[in-house]
């Protein structure tokens, strides 16, 4: 049977013998591929410039926070409570992680402990460079390339560019090292911070140039991996890359890539359900409802994600201080699930997964054997990135949080550059009455943007 995409309409298609499927460089098309996957960032910023000069970097943060970044965690949850044969498959974990995180993020909000937020971020980061990574895979999979060597560097790729633009922003590093202090974590050494940095840079650009002639030396054997997965690691990157480094405001960096990650998210997962719904006859109920070939079932597949984002949104607005700590846990345990999820339900090197968006290929979907159990293995994963790591950060800030005075303090020894972390030292060594190291704090911020309006009126007037 001739394949047909899950955007295209309805048609009777004759039986044809059996042959060698089309490659093709895209997953949809050109220009929906470019629209929705790889020249996404290019249509974004002329949007945000525009909703700049009518909307403020909160309001344009909160409105994506809320119904972006949380509203698209919906598709994947459908999925793993609608597919029957996945849930089947990961049943426990579909039972358990939910209670799980449930429990602990409501907890950490509840008694205001802080770590929870840094494995938020994180967790977040590793999400987004996975889901570049993924893409890479399904393009290069379009041309049958699938040389080990070429998906490492793809690997190495996303990891070490998306830590390293971390790493060098100013804005990203004093809000992650606030959080750390805060949560009692030990003084790291500027000198070390800068030479931790200089090595993330000087990996990224090494890792790159290997990319480049491994990808020349492949086109050259004839084995060449997709040029599209080259544009769009270009291009993701570079977003990426300005994101975290190039705006003013970071709240407004982040709402930018978080809108170019859900454009790409559910859209793909719109495309794999249709399929998935199709091929697969035990699949009924909701899911079978919301992803059946029809125009207009789109809409509603948009709506019902704005509709589970609107959560986050109302928690924003709220003024109850505890129901508000219980509603932000139970939202931070929706963006752990999701992550949790997207690392497992998705894997393109499998076969099922293969199938529903059209390529051929992959291993079986269980894989036996090995060292240790499954379980096992995933028990000691989760606890590696997850109960180790949160319960010192549990344990250091029950013991005793850092000081604000001096955690400030440390978190400009540490990033020097910017004017942010200057005027917060400047607040807290005036909260202590030290007036004139304050208004030297409030002349260096002032000193990397002068013109600042809304940095200028938090300076007391006496210290102007």
Known sequence: MQQVTAFSRPQTVPAVPAAAPRTSLWILD??????????TPLLLLPVFA??????????????????????????????????????????????LAPLFLLAVCTAFFWWDLKGIMLVVFFWGVWHGLMQTYGFCRIYDAKLGSFAALTRRLD?????????????????????????????GGP???????????????WGAIAVSVLFVVHFGRMWHLG????????????????????????????????????????????????????????KDSNIGGFMRFVFRRSGSLIGLYVGLV????????????????????????????????????DGFIWKV????????????????????????????????????VFVLPLSALWFWQVRGPVAEIQRRAWVVADVPAGARQHFDYGLALQKEGQLEQAEEQYNVALGFNPNDATQQRRVPCRLR
């Not at 992959?362 to 499954?374: H, I, K, N, Q, W």
């Open 155 to 183: 690997f190495a790729s996303c990891v070490i560019w998306f830590a390293t633009a971390v790493a060098l922003s100013p804005l990203r590093m004093s809000d992650t090292l606030d959080i750390y202090y805060t949560c």
């Open 349 to 384: 090197r499998e076969r099922s997964t293969r199938q529903s968006l059209g390529l051929t290929g992959g291993t079986a979907d269980v894989s036996l054997g090995g060292f240790l159990p499954g379980w096992a293995i995933h028990g000691l994963k989760w606890a590696a």
């Open 30 to 39: 050109s220009w929906r591929d470019l629209i929705l996957y790889v020249g």
């Open 223 to 278: 084995k060449r991996p997709n040029p599209v997965k080259a544009a769009l690691l270009v291009t993701t990157i570079t977003f990426w890359w300005y994101c975290n480094n190039g705006v003013a405001n970071i709240l407004v960096g982040i709402a930018l890539f978080e809108v170019f990650h859900d454009v790409q998210y559910l859209s793909l997962v719109w495309i794999y359900n249709r399929n998935r719904v199709e």
């Open 187 to 201: 003084f790291i050494s500027p000198v070390l911070l800068h030479e931790f940095q200089q090595v993330m840079l």
């Open 50 to 95: 525009l909703a700049q000069a009518r909307w403020s970097p909160q309001d344009i943060y909160l409105f994506v926070a809320a119904f972006g970044a949380m509203g698209h965690h919906l598709p994947g949850m459908i999925r793993a409570y609608g597919d029957r044969a996945l849930f089947n498959r990961f049943k426990w974990r579909f039972i």
């Open 306 to 341: 704005f509709a589970y984002g609107s959560l986050a949104y109302f928690n924003a607005h709220l003024g109850i201080e505890t129901v508000k700590r219980v509603l932000t846990g139970v939202v931070t345990a929706s963006t752990l699930l999701h992550f949790y999820y």
